[in-house]
């Protein structure tokens, strides 16, 4: 969430700055070449200036249509050729007069005419229209072919008799709008770093109180109810939510604790009376005539199971209520133990109890609750296991977990069967006549959930059922 955030905020920030700077970039290179066209056109109207105002070029005559114009005074034009050629050697500008027709009166360097550019032709058409050049193509850093043409008329009572051109080179001209986009770039990239910055804090500042929600609404799903928010960072809004969320813990967390106080106090309190109801039960059979013993077997039968499930209910409301805390503990040796323990109902049903796996496994895990656990999987296993049949444990260690697997030879379930497996009271219709209250796998599921572990069931090859009890690997 945080580089998605991250990621529309840099976004847009990118958008402000481009839209910004490539107006600016466009007025700074129009700015300067401004700069260049304004000086061009005053050096121009200095040479126009200079033109004396009789009979100098022809020009005069050329007005009253003589085809052959007078030459004009050799001196005067020697005059202003060199000062074109002045000019043109000390800024590297080609300049030319040239009269209506397009011939040269001076230009240098020698022999230069009106360039045959659309610029060019351009330019000087408008001068010969009597206006100056005003708008010519704009120069950019990636054009080192384009120069500047820049021209002005020469005007006398009112008619244009001549033309001053100048087609000046553009490298300084590139190299300073290169040089003002360098600065600008530098600016926005300045810009966009503390643009970073800040959206670096600003996520950070509004998103810590969304990690922290997030981290304590996980440790509530995974059973870690005494899990809070702190509600003092963060926007207003999500201060409130914060505080809402503890709120609505806090009532989860009672609402919870009645409930499990109820069934330990319900299971608890229905003892004494199922004992005594029991007790009645033997008792009055001792005092039914013959023929009777199938009835009172059943009634037997029922209130044994009855206490069974009772006797149930108050380990998984106890199981509910525990919160251990998981230590080191040597797993394979708990395991080695637990089939000790269980290994002569084993062989009471010619069953074989096999294990295989690290010799020395050490996990974190509350080990009264990881034995019980086991104790209701190794249970379950065994009883729906046929008579010489195979139990198999494997320990497997993992990366960041520890993973004991125990597999049976049993029906095993459907994928239905399996999506339902360790619901409380859950027991498959094609099992019903096996002993159980339904309460063992939610009972070893919730002691491994109370200790920071999970139970995962999955079928076994060529049958049966694998049971997996994982808990957090230690560092022994």
């Known amino acids: 969430m945080r580089n998605r955030l991250l990621g529309i905020l840099l976004s847009l920030m990118a958008c402000v700055l481009a839209a910004l700077g490539v107006p600016l970039a466009v007025f700074i290179a129009a700015a300067e070449q401004s700069v260049v066209v304004v000086d061009r056109l005053d050096d121009a109207a200095r040479f126009a200036q200079d033109l004396p105002t009789q009979g100098y070029l022809g020009m005069d005559t050329a007005m009253k249509g003589d085809p052959t114009p007078d030459p004009g005074d050799p001196g005067r034009r020697n005059a202003l050729a060199v000062e074109a050629g002045r000019y043109h050697n000390l800024y590297g500008i080609r300049i030319g007069i ?38 010519p193509p704009q120069v950019w850093p990636w054009t080192p072919d384009r120069t500047l043409t820049v021209a002005t008329p020469v005007v006398r009572d009112g008619d244009v008799v001549a033309v001053v051109l100048t087609d000046s080179p553009t490298g300084s001209l590139r190299a300073r709008i290169l040089h003002r986009w360098l600065v600008l770039g530098a600016g926005e990239a300045l810009a966009m770093i503390v643009a970073v910055l800040l959206a670096v804090r600003l996520t950070r500042w509004v998103l810590r109180p969304v990690r922290t929600l997030d981290r304590a609404t996980h440790d509530i799903a995974t059973g870690r109810m005494n899990a809070r928010v702190a509600a003092s960072a963060g926007p207003p809004e999500l201060r409130r939510l914060a505080r809402s969320f503890n709120h609505m813990a806090d009532n989860v967390v009672l609402a919870l604790d009645q409930q499990r106080a109820f069934v330990a106090d319900a299971s608890h309190q229905l003892r004494n009376p199922l004992a005594a109801l029991l007790l009645r039960v033997e008792l009055l059979g001792l005092e039914l005539p013959e023929g009777h013993e199938e009835e009172l077997g059943q009634v037997r039968e029922e209130g044994a199971r009855l206490a069974r499930v009772l006797d149930d209910l108050l380990g998984l409301a106890t199981a509910e209520h525990a919160r251990p805390e998981p230590e080191q503990v040597d797993l ?17 049903r010619g069953q074989r109890l096999d294990w295989e796996g690290s010799p020395s496994a050490v996990g974190l895990a509350d080990p009264i609750g990881f034995g019980s656990a086991l104790d209701a999987v190794l249970d379950n296993a065994l009883k729906f296991t046929p008579d010489a049949g195979r139990i198999a444990l494997r320990i497997a260690m993992g990366r960041r977990e520890v993973a004991v697997t125990v597999t049976d030879e049993g029906p095993g379930l459907t994928e239905e069967e399996l999506s339902r497996v360790g619901d409380r009271f859950w027991r498959s219709p094609r099992h019903q006549n096996v002993d159980g209250s339904g309460l063992g796998l939610s009972i070893a599921r919730t002691l491994l959930l109370a200790g920071g572990g999970s139970l995962d069931f999955a079928p076994a090859e060529p049958r049966g059922l694998a049971v997996t009890l994982t808990v957090p690997k230690g560092t022994g």
């Open 332 to 348: 394979t040796g708990l395991v080695l133990a637990r089939l000790d323990a269980w290994r002569p109902v084993a062989e009471q």
């Open 98 to 135: 040239f009269r209506r027709s397009g011939v040269a009166a001076a230009s240098a360097p020698d022999g230069w005419r009106v360039p045959g550019t659309v610029a060019g032709r351009q330019a000087f058409q408008e001068a010969l229209d009597g206006r100056r050049s005003h708008n």
